[in-house]
């Protein structure tokens, strides 16, 4: 027995050399891309002085340029944000049912929802919009069906996540009665998954606020089109206030969604 | 035969909820409000449908035969994803401690939980947009609004980790006599380091999707190649370009799941 003599250790030897593999690699990495990447240094030293110059061009923030048009236009980005996350729902929750483990038990139709679910997530929200822009032209249509593909990932996995969650105790009471297919999911499903389903759909609503802001740089409506037409333009003050509006909503956005939250759970 | 139907007025469970109700036909209204005032229409749509089989018939073969500017878009978006991601990360492993608030005065902790909101409000685009104006167009401009999105996301979500320690084991370093560095090191870093690798594989994930997205207004990357095929309608290209980023962040994901076994 030498109790007294055995040296503790938090990790084993295994755990040990795993872990500073994943270091060494790191380093590795950082150091080869930091001597490849091609940074000219002059730009960076000239960043400060190039800052400074855009924040002054900015500075007496053009507020009569808020009725003509960027009004109108931040009201189109808040319904291509609210339109799009409808829209996805009509696609992500068949795709949900199709992959909870408890609704659906086929490995086929897990594969084919997850299929769809990852490259929906994969594909950025702007790449999206440059595809539905190219189909159906320049303006509000493709913004929406931007948001809406791009949100049916993110919607589908966690709404799946939440089926999955679901106490099946009620479930089993409802097929006990003969209850058809429809009326299970309705009264044994749904109110399960109500609270989870109506977070998941405001987290995303207020993710797509913010996103949809972007889209009309590639062309897709919104705010963004204004953002870049006056970027194009050089009229700093202009962007300025569309980047204060952009802000102004961003923020209303989370604090509504944050009350609606307190209020629902 | 009383005592079988006992209970003729009884609840019905599944009685009409009026609130929900109104909730659903609330909806209704604003999507048919939210179609008009837009300007949607079955026939732009129709017509779309039209362009989509177009489009998607010129997209088919993929076409690779533009290797070696594929390969560098891609290699420039990889040294971005991680650049940005180890800079990112370092910076918020101290602003993450400065804004816990149970490590912290609250002097410290204010100013810089406003700070790590400020990152997390602007899109990462915008961000690049104006980055790109400061620093000019190319790689750099992508690596510092990485750095900035990941400082947003990852000191907010560390900070919020440190304020759910338990304080037990910083009391019991403290009470050997510990300086600041070792309370910090040996009781609050063993408590949150294996979900602080958490959140970082995640952002290293997104920074990945975002280093091929900031391109497109001229931040460097795969991103900028996407939009320049896009406006040259190289729709074969633009497949080939999309296939490489699926697989790249496939491969990312994959990656992550591994180093998160590593140090679970």
């Known amino acids: 027995m030498n109790t007294i003599d055995h040296h503790w250790q938090r990790f084993t030897l295994k755990q040990k050399l795993s872990r500073y593999a994943v270091y060494l690699v790191l380093v590795i990495a950082f150091v080869q891309s930091i001597q490849s990447v091609e940074v000219i240094p002059e730009f960076l030293l000239d960043a400060p002085e190039q800052m400074a110059d855009m924040f002054s061009r900015m500075w007496p923030i053009d507020f009569a340029y808020y009725p003509d048009t960027v009004h109108d236009a931040m009201v189109e980005t808040l319904n291509i944000a609210t339109l799009g996350t409808l829209i996805t729902l009509i696609f992500a929750i068949p795709l949900a049912l199709m992959n909870a483990s408890n609704i659906v038990n086929s490995v086929w139709c897990h594969w084919i929802s997850r299929f769809f679910l990852v490259s929906s997530r994969s594909v950025n929200s702007l790449v999206w919009a440059l595809l539905f822009v190219s189909i159906f032209g320049p303006g509000v249509i493709a913004g929406v069906l931007a948001i809406a593909f791009r949100s049916i990932g993110f919607v589908g996995k966690l709404l799946g996540e939440a089926i999955e969650e679901v106490n099946m105790g009620s479930i089993e009471a409802l097929k006990a009665t003969g209850a058809s297919w429809m009326s299970i999911l309705l009264k044994g499903y749904w109110p399960q998954v109500l609270p989870a389903f109506f977070s998941i759909v405001l987290f995303r609503w207020d993710i797509n606020v913010r996103e949809s802001a972007v889209l009309g740089l590639v062309g897709a409506g919104g705010i963004g089109v204004v953002l870049d037409d006056s970027m194009n333009l050089f009229q700093w003050d202009r962007v300025a206030m569309s980047l204060l509006a952009i802000f102004i909503i961003v923020i209303l956005a989370e604090i509504v969604v944050v009350n609606i939250r307190k209020r629902l759970i | ?264």
């Open chain 2, 1 to 264: 035969m009383a005592g079988i139907n006992a209970s003729q007025n009884r609840e019905n469970p599944f009685k009409q909820n009026w609130f929900v109700t109104a909730i659903w036909l609330l909806v209704i209204c604003y999507v048919v409000y939210s179609f008009n005032a837009m300007g949607l229409s079955w026939e732009r749509f129709n017509d779309g449908l039209g362009h989509a089989s177009n489009l998607l018939g010129r997209m088919v073969p993929p076409n690779f035969s533009r290797w070696s500017l594929l390969m560098s878009g891609l290699i420039e978006s990889l040294e971005i994803a991680v650049i940005s991601s180890i800079c990112g990360i370092f910076i918020s492993l101290f602003l993450g401690l400065f804004a816990a608030r149970n490590m912290m005065p609250s002097w410290i902790s204010t100013p810089v939980r406003t700070l790590i909101a400020l990152c997390r409000t602007f899109h990462p685009v915008i961000i690049a947009i104006l980055f790109v104006k400061s620093v000019g167009f190319g790689a750099l401009a992508g690596i510092l609004t990485l750095v900035v999105a990941s400082v947003g996301f990852i000191a907010k979500l560390f900070a919020e980790a440190i304020e759910e320690i338990s304080l037990k084991q910083v009391e019991a370093i403290r009470a050997t006599g510990a300086g600041f560095t070792s309370i910090i090191l040996f009781s609050v870093m063993p408590q949150v380091f294996s979900r602080f690798i958490g959140f970082s594989t995640y952002q290293l994930d997104s920074n990945l999707r975002n280093s091929t997205m900031v391109g497109i207004v001229g931040a460097g990357g795969l991103g900028g190649t996407l939009f320049s095929a896009f406006q040259r309608f190289d729709y074969d290209f633009v497949a080939a370009i999309l296939i490489i980023i699926i697989a790249l962040i496939m491969f990312g994901e994959f990656l992550s799941n591994i180093v998160r076994r590593i140090f679970r």
